[in-house]
């Protein structure tokens, strides 16, 4: 880990630029969850209290460098306040002499970042006027930091920089999750396709100990071990890297746990009528029939494995989670990790995708060790490729 925290800070006195991501949903003129918000309130807190002046940048939407009166970040200053428990001040276009007159204490946010063409673009310019406003560069937005903008890469090149606590939070949990994890470790990898996350799997085999496969993913790779699945969602151009895949596998000494059985049915839809049918390469469905959750078996398979391990990754879910009674597998793996995690013999990382809704539908986050709402950076991160927002924080 080459890159420095707020405790590696000299704050008293000091400009603060935090990039931060309140890219929250609003409906209505409100806020309607303020997860994200809430997340980077320590940041916040810690700068002031040592003496600094937080001063929020961060992109709202995708206004594509231009004026958008709906992507104004003005919409979630009464969230941000009631979050932070004071005023703070809203700069539409900053100015140095105006942020060194406020009072010691204060909070400004800077309007949408993206409403300027050079973000984006990682205008030198752009990043040249953001250093000008501040004297620390600190980064607490780990999910916009596979993003090479003006704010997350080039401001940072030009301060001394730093990561936020949500930021450090967020690496040190992949750290111990993935670069450095304690020993056997494991992954549920899940979702509709295998071909969103082939660079993923590529990675990940050559790290792991075992790969749980879910979801309609897990369809292609029973396929390519000769299942006739119906109708359910595979791939069948993708069968050959699933094959692929599976023998990078046994090379690397990965073990991949797919379903045994399966939740069948004819209607996708909620209550759909089905049945619980054994899968291998010998299955052969009607036309008309879906694999649409792995079965009890698959469950019983899965959390056995789950006791083996020390470490466990968790991104996307095992079945058609969204509907009953396809959501019993998720539901049941994930409240096994999360009880053994609260029970301190698991280390459980999840993020990505659908993984904070299912998990949060199980109710499992909250015992989960660390949840990150980071989306597309989290995998990114997971698929082992590096993520200028980081790399920027290193030099």
């Not at 999750?177 to 979702?191: D, F, H, K, N």
């Not at 897990?218 to 119906?230: E, P, S, V, Y």
């Not at 029970?343 to 060790?369: E, Y």
């Amino acid at each position: 880990m080459g890159w420095k925290t707020l405790d590696d800070m000299d704050l008293a006195g000091k400009r603060v630029l935090v990039r931060v991501d309140i890219n929250v949903p609003v409906e209505d003129g409100r806020v309607t969850d303020t997860t994200r918000i809430d997340r980077i309130v320590p940041t916040i807190k810690d700068i002031v209290a040592g003496g600094g002046l937080p001063i929020l940048l961060a992109h709202f939407g995708r206004p594509k460098g231009k004026y958008v009166p709906e992507m104004s970040l003005r919409v979630t200053l009464p969230a941000l306040e009631a979050a932070l428990g004071q005023d703070v001040t809203f700069v539409e276009r900053p100015d140095v002499d105006a942020l060194k007159a406020l009072p010691a204490g204060s909070v400004v946010l800077v309007e949408n970042t993206r409403f300027a063409a050079g973000e984006e673009a990682n205008d030198p310019g752009m990043a040249k006027f953001l250093a000008s406003l501040g004297d620390i560069y600190c980064n607490d937005a780990f999910s916009a930091a596979h993003r090479a903008h003006a704010s997350t890469t080039g401001v940072a090149q030009l301060l001394p920089s730093c990561a936020g606590r949500l930021m450090q939070a967020e690496l040190s949990a992949l750290e111990s999750a993935l670069s450095t994890p304690q020993r056997p470790v494991g992954a549920v990898v899940g979702g509709a396709k295998v071909s969103t996350k082939i660079a993923l799997l590529e990675n990940l085999v050559g790290r792991l100990d075992l790969l749980v496969i879910g979801g309609g993913m897990a369809n292609t790779f029973l396929a390519a071990q000769g299942a006739q699945l119906g109708a359910s969602l595979l791939e069948p151009d993708f069968i050959d890297t699933a094959k692929s895949i599976m023998a990078r596998a046994a090379e690397a000494g990965c073990r991949i746990l797919l379903p045994v059985d399966g939740l069948v049915a004819r209607d996708f839809k909620a209550g759909a009528a089905h049945e619980v049918i054994a899968l291998g390469s010998d299955t052969v469905l009607d036309a008309d029939q879906m694999v649409l959750d792995a079965g009890p078996e698959s469950v019983k398979a899965v959390t056995a494995a789950f006791a083996d391990l020390k470490t466990l990754i968790w991104n996307g879910p095992l079945g058609a989670f969204e509907i009953a009674p396809f959501d019993q597998a998720t539901n049941a793996a994930a409240a096994d990790a999360a009880r053994q995690t609260k029970a301190g013999t698991l280390i459980s990382v999840a993020g990505g995708g659908d993984t904070v809704a299912a998990l949060n539908q199980a109710g499992a986050a909250d015992d989960f060790t660390y949840i990150s709402t980071a989306g597309g950076a989290f995998l990114e991160w997971m698929e082992g490729k590096e993520l200028p927002g980081v790399a920027a924080l290193n030099q």
